[in-house]
């Protein structure tokens, strides 16, 4: 039976926070150097998403390391706008919720600034009780260590544990410890594999 359900944010109930897609309209809408960029955001992301960088020191290392014609809270205002909800799944977890059958938790990848404007922005904090992000834990996926904060802090035993994802690589470090695992695709067959394993509202 399972009696905890992990959700991934990033992927499975929004957009990407700052993945490849927003950072590459960033590159067009600022007119960046795209080559520099990436690499001055791969030297860094890590530590951006494990809480080792704020915001401003990221746009330092990456955007700001020269004279713009364009501000930082415009940058800052661009990047938080990437950010979009996928109604579908996110009403798919308020019913689980509602169910009183399950306990629900997110468990990402995200740095500090973005993960609180997209929990907010999604109105996750009603439906979830607890969030494990990497920028809060001090480390991200698919490192085992984050899946196992996750279940000894949420008192959580893995054979009853699941976890959703929309990138298999996440998704075999739960496995790997007792969790199942589903691959996120769509909300409609999300809720066939749910039904599937039982979880359903």
């Known amino acids: 039976m399972i009696t905890h359900v992990f959700f991934d944010v990033g992927g499975v109930l929004g957009s990407s926070g700052w993945g490849t897609e927003p950072r590459a309209l960033a590159v067009e809408r600022f007119k960046l150097d795209a080559e520099d960029f990436d690499r001055r ?6 530590a951006w998403e494990e809480g080792r960088l704020s915001l401003d020191e990221y746009l330092d290392c990456t955007v700001f390391d020269v004279a713009r014609p364009f501000t930082r809270d415009e940058f800052t205002a661009f990047m938080l706008a990437q950010s979009r909800p996928f109604p ?34 999604f109105g996750l904090a009603p439906i979830f009780t607890t969030f494990f992000s990497s920028c809060w834990l001090g480390v991200a996926k698919p490192a085992r260590r984050i899946y196992e904060l996750a279940l000894a802090m949420a008192q959580a035993d893995a054979a009853q544990s699941l976890f959703i994802d929309d990138r298999e690589q996440n998704l075999a470090p739960a496995r790997a410890l007792g969790m199942q ?16 394993l039982g979880v359903a509202p």
């Open 41 to 46: 955001h791969r030297e860094v992301v890590g």
């Open 88 to 121: 579908e799944t996110i009403a798919l977890a308020r019913d689980l919720a509602a169910s009183g059958r399950f306990r629900l938790a997110t468990l990402n990848n995200e740095s500090a600034e973005l993960n609180a404007h997209r929990l907010r922005r």
């Open 181 to 196: 695992g589903i691959r996120f695709t769509t909300a409609g067959r999300l809720r066939a594999d749910l039904a599937a």
